[in-house]
């Protein structure tokens, strides 16, 4: 406890980022008792290095552990595996002390062997995992990456606990990354017993380990009796299953069958569970770390052109849109959501005027209109969306056709840049970790801009770019928020140019059954969707 | 009988490798790429070229086709893209669930079927007759998604007698049994109807009447028999149809068969679930096509295989 206390002091002092104090447990919590959790769609793979959907996400995090982690039910980071940890004044070395006795769920302890291993294995391009690019910072990540060697340079054991991670580049959001699924740290004899089937064979040292999978029906989690996290977790069990459709979930939560309908109240279902105060009172509102923007495509007719991407922008009725949704979202002003730091409070984005967006127009010399495509996912609400958009488009002479198409297709449009405009509904962008460079790179920087990449826009500015990476270069934890300013100013220069319309930061509600126990923010915890396993409760 | 057999297997092998070229074919023009979904939103354009070349994707469309089909040779239908998991393992978890609601589905959709078809023959042209045939055309056409969620609020939520989607016991197979079932059972009612209407016509039964049999021994001894021959022969080709129903109705249901595995593969360009359950579905529907004309022989000695 006191080494605890003194890395979390230690990490305070360098204050880089926020780092939670220690969590504080929750009194009224019971240990013992079961949930059910139901999802429509099978879970994909419980392989930390492969997993990355929202549904499999919360559950390898309540298998696995990484060096670090997040305070529950908060975006502040904590240590996790790491009992304690230096980074050295440039910000190219850290040095991860880990906790001893922490035992895998095979009972085998966990060392810093391991930790090699693992981040060895999620960038090794053999085991096609979806988030090697995060680990792009270390040192060797390209060797491997290209498959010239298969252990990464920068990640060394110095003693039986402690790894010394060295990073090519200084990387403000380092400490996040390792916090990600991804990091997770997994056992080389158990890999390499179960081969490809890993994912179906999970072994970590989370609190709870798979007891049980029946293949399209469900999956059973059991308390990990040995979890370092003294106390934890309360729950003895959870049932996921799955093929259970929202609506059929609720029908059964309502039945007091199921706890959470892991896939939400469905729309339909939405107005009428908030106009009943019994219902409405098992509903957990919060935010997330997301928004929805239009993309305009800077490289194709007419959006080459900054004024009608402006115009665009003062054209859209969020209000408007958020009502199709049922009031579940906030209108945005900028890519960021308010609660991600970095956001600039201050600005009050593109007012909706539609005689100033004619008049842009006009100037732009599209008096007489034009005619564009606007592609949007076909899963509702996403359709209606669109034709919102579409017809206050058409107050500004742009006739938008929609195209209506599956959600791979509509990534495959936006990648090659053959888009005019998407609505990224269903689709993008919610933030892997709260930090402001997750919002650019991928969706706004050049790197994303590329064949493929998620930059539908394909907006790519040299000079932000070498912005964010001098932003990013920030690791001195006294310049925390110079690194947040700039940050704040490469998002309005992004706004200026427009290559997005901003729309709304959606909301999210949880619902749960009557028996559940636990603090409201473990139920829209940030990190954890839809609920933090590891520390909610039953109270009977 | 021999050569028939063997013509018949060979038709069959060459039906299904065609369906499997088609739908490959047709999984490779689409325009979205696999690798980007397994690459994820984060990848780099080098991270998605490795996997492209680690999955044999940046090959032609004849080596992949070939390889395909030579894994397939060995029973190999391949590892899904995003579970990672082997496709063959994957169907064969789901494949008794949905074997055992198309058995039921099947007797349920005779069951009902051949009895209103009796019914509305002997009452031919009077109101039963008439509501029933409008009754068997709404059950033909209504959206099965529609009639899935109707019967479920009305038997599970409203008045509680099965279990709202589910499996493992008899009461969850009766409500998505008989969903796939009322859909078959139109059509089975306007065959029998029709077939029995001809047999009644016939000499035969005229004499069984004359010779002072009793109605109720003149129908089930000699008319049903005759009149259920093309009916039977239909099942075959329904299964075709029910891989169609199956989809929708294992959604809503819950029902961990094949079909909710190929509507998520789908969704998610699995492109290794989507070859699997296709091929075995074309499986299904060939095998119970050739089956069905094996057996036809047996029922009505009047048909004979050339």
Same mark, same amino acid.
């Given at each position: ?26 009194? #009224? ?14 879970? #994909? ?67 810093? =062997? ?10 090794? +391009? ?7 690019? *995060? ?43 390792? #916090? ?6 997994? +056992? ?5 017993? /179960? ?141 960021? +959501? ?16 539609? =005689? ?43 006739? #938008? ?29 919610? /933030? ?8 650019? /790179? ?19 500015? =040299? ?40 729309? *709304? ?36 | ?94 494949? +008794? ?41 709404? /059950? ?167």
């Amino acid at each position: 406890m006191n080494r605890l206390l003194a890395s979390t002091a230690l990490a305070l002092a360098l204050g880089l980022p926020a780092v939670a104090q220690e969590y504080v447990p929750d009194p #009224a919590a019971t240990m013992g008792g079961g949930i059910v959790v139901t999802y429509k769609d099978d879970v #994909a793979t419980l392989d930390p290095a492969i997993g990355y959907d929202w549904q499999n996400w919360s559950m390898i995090k309540s298998l696995f552990d990484g060096l670090m982690d997040y305070a529950p039910g908060t975006t502040e980071l904590r240590p996790g595996l790491a009992d304690s940890y230096t980074i050295s004044e440039d910000g190219l070395v850290y040095t991860f002390t880990l906790r001893s006795g922490v035992m895998f769920h095979n009972g085998r302890e966990m060392t810093a =062997e391991d930790v090699k291993y693992s981040l060895d294995r999620v960038t090794t +391009p053999a085991t096609l995992s979806p988030g090697a690019g *995060f680990f792009a910072s270390i040192a060797g990540f390209d060797a491997v990456a290209s498959g010239e060697t298969d252990s990464l340079s920068g990640v060394a054991v110095t003693g039986p606990l402690e790894v010394q991670i060295t990073l090519a580049r200084p990387d403000a959001t380092f400490l996040h990354v390792m #916090a990600l699924n991804f990091a997770s740290v997994v +056992p080389r004899e158990a890999v390499e017993a /179960a081969g490809d089937d890993f994912g179906r064979q999970p072994v970590g040292t989370g609190a709870f380990s798979l007891a049980d999978w029946t293949l399209g029906q469900s999956l059973t989690f059991v308390r990990n009796e040995n979890y370092w996290r003294e106390g934890l977790p309360y729950l003895d069990q959870i049932t996921f299953e799955v093929g259970q459709e929202p609506i059929v979930a609720l029908l059964r939560l309502q039945n007091g069958e199921v706890d959470v309908p892991g896939d939400g109240i469905p729309p339909a279902k939405f107005q009428e569970v908030m106009d009943d105060p019994a219902q409405a009172a098992q509903v957990v509102q919060g935010g997330q770390l997301h928004t929805g923007y239009l993309t305009m495509n800077v490289n194709l007719a007419p959006f080459d052109n900054v004024a009608v991407r402006q115009a665009v922008n003062m054209a859209i009725n969020k209000d408007r849109i958020i009502q199709i949704i049922n009031g579940r979202a906030d209108p945005a002003t900028q890519p960021l +959501p308010d609660s991600m730091p970095g956001y600039t409070a201050d600005y009050a984005g593109y007012a909706y005027d539609v =005689e100033a967006a004619r008049a842009l127009m006009a100037e732009a010399g599209f008096a007489d209109g034009v005619e564009t495509e606007l592609f949007v996912m076909n899963t509702d609400p996403n359709p209606r969306i669109a034709q919102a958009i579409q017809a206050d488009l058409a107050e500004i002479g742009i006739t #938008a056709n929609i195209q209506n198409l599956a959600q791979a297709n509509v990534i495959e449009a936006g990648g090659a840049g053959t888009a005019p405009m998407i609505w990224s509904g269903g689709m993008a962008w919610i /933030a892997d970790f709260p930090d402001p460079a997750n919002f650019y /790179a991928p969706i706004l920087g050049c790197a994303g801009a590329g064949d493929g990449g998620w930059n539908w826009s394909k907006y790519c500015r =040299e000079d932000l770019d070498a912005m964010a990476a001098a932003a990013d270069a920030i690791v001195d934890p006294a310049m925390a928020e110079e690194r947040l300013a700039a940050w704040s100013e490469i998002y309005m220069a992004v706004m200026e140019d427009a290559p997005w319309a901003p729309v *709304f930061n959606e909301l999210r509600y949880t619902m749960r059954s009557p028996r559940m126990g636990g603090a409201d923010a473990l139920y829209v915890d940030p990190v954890s969707i839809p609920v933090n396993y590891d520390y909610v409760y039953v109270t009977e | 009988m021999g050569a028939y057999l063997l013509r018949r297997l060979v038709q069959s092998a060459l039906i299904l490798l065609g369906v499997s070229f088609i739908t490959y074919v047709l999984l490779f023009i689409l325009p979205a790429d696999p690798v980007r979904q397994i690459a994820g939103r984060s990848a780099t354009a080098a991270t998605v070229e490795s996997i492209r070349r680690e999955l044999g994707l940046d090959q032609p469309f004849v080596v992949q086709y070939g390889r395909y089909l030579w894994n397939l040779l060995q029973l190999d239908l391949g590892r899904s893209y995003l579970q990672r998991s082997e496709v063959s393992e994957l169907i064969a978890a789901r494949l +008794p669930a949905t074997l055992l609601l198309m058995g039921a589905a099947i007797l349920c959709e005779l069951l009902i079927g051949i009895t209103l078809g009796i019914v509305a023959a002997l009452w031919r042209g009077r109101a039963l007759d008439q509501g029933l045939m409008i009754l068997s055309f709404v /059950a033909v056409s209504a959206p099965q998604f529609v009639v899935s969620l109707l019967l479920l609020y009305v038997f599970a939520v409203q008045l509680g007698w099965f279990p709202i989607g589910g499996y493992g016991t008899f009461e969850h197979l009766v409500l998505p049994a008989l969903t796939l079932g009322l859909l078959g059972s139109g059509w089975y009612a306007r065959m029998m109807r029709s077939s029995m209407i001809d047999v009644l016509r016939a000499d035969f039964i005229r004499t069984a009447r004359a010779i002072g049999l009793t109605r109720t021994r003149v129908i089930l001894r000699h008319a049903l028999p005759n009149a259920i021959l093309p009916v039977i022969a239909m099942i075959g080709i329904d299964i075709g149809i029910f891989m169609g129903g199956i989809v929708v109705v294992e959604s809503v249901f819950g029902w961990p068969g094949i079909g909710q595995l190929a509507w998520q593969a789908i969704q998610r360009v699995d492109i290794p679930i989507i070859m699997g359950v296709t091929l075995v579905s074309a499986f299904a529907i060939v095998a119970g096509n050739l089956l069905a004309d094996l057996v036809a022989p047996f029922i009505d000695p009047r048909i004979k295989l050339r």
